[in-house]
């Protein structure tokens, strides 16, 4: 409550706990609850792991690299995360303004094969999914990044009233929104070796995007040229990411928050992009107990970081 100056709702699930805003306890049933189609395409994911990122190589990859809805068209229309009723906002299409009111029906009316991201963690996404298989590519970070990212994420839009040391123990604690951070990445890390789940790393991303398009398009059974692929690196690298008004929520935050939005605040959603920036935020005694707090959960997982 400190932290945000908003009751939010902690939701428990073994071994694991979820802060999420109060508003998603209306929504929460319906997600557990929602039909999955066997031709769908998941990106699961811990917020500020690359995710937006992904998504949009997941539905270009998927989509015949079309450049142009892309760019018109937000992702959130074309590919939604699907608990984000929490955020209300008017849509201007062709058709005049929507009111895109209701995450959840706007998934589950959306056409196969249907592009849908998640943040939340296992236990609270659709129970289908286990029985049904569609493809699910998750994401996953450096959680020293990851909290970087993620504090700056929170003060922007989300009225973060502590400090970066704070928020850091706070993650340790699984209090930051969408809390344990482990619980979160571990059971998709587990099932890695499934085949309809990729399991991806940011870091991996960074090093060698081309590489990642090519694993991402051969697990859809998509095939492109060498030239196809140039284009896409192009129109995924950093700079062209940010400027996308398709993909870098500035047509959200502006209908919500006002014009200008990321000028006002000097900060953007798609923010730096860099790996290892965490030495440029995190205190020897806190990165120490990041350190611990990984290797605790880590250990004989096999799951490591960069
Ligand atoms: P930083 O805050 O470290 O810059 P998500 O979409 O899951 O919330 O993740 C957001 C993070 O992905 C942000 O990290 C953002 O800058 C980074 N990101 C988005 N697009 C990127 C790109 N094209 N290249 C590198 N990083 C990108």
Redesign the pocket.
Known sequence: DKAFGVKGAMLEYNPGRCLMPPHHLKIAQAIIDAPVREDDIWLI????????????MIWLIGNDLDFDTARNTIQQIRAPLIEMSSVLFKYENSLGKDLIENSVELVNNLPSPRYIKS?LPLPLLPTELDKIKPRIIY?C?NPK?MC??FY??CKMLHDLQISFEEFGDQMIRGLTPLGSLFSHYLPFWNKRHETNVLFLK?ED??RD?RGTVKKIAAFMNKSYTEEEFDKLCDF???Q???DNPG?NFERILEETYGKDFFKRVGN???????VG?WKNHMSPELAKRFDDWIEENTKGTGLTFD
């Open positions: 994911s811990y917020p500020r792991t690359g995710s937006t990122w992904c998504q949009e943040h994401t970070r990044d970087v990212s700056h994420h940011y991303m960074k995007l995924l690298s950093f062209n990411m940010r993909c953007h959603f798609i923010r730096k992009g860099q920036d």
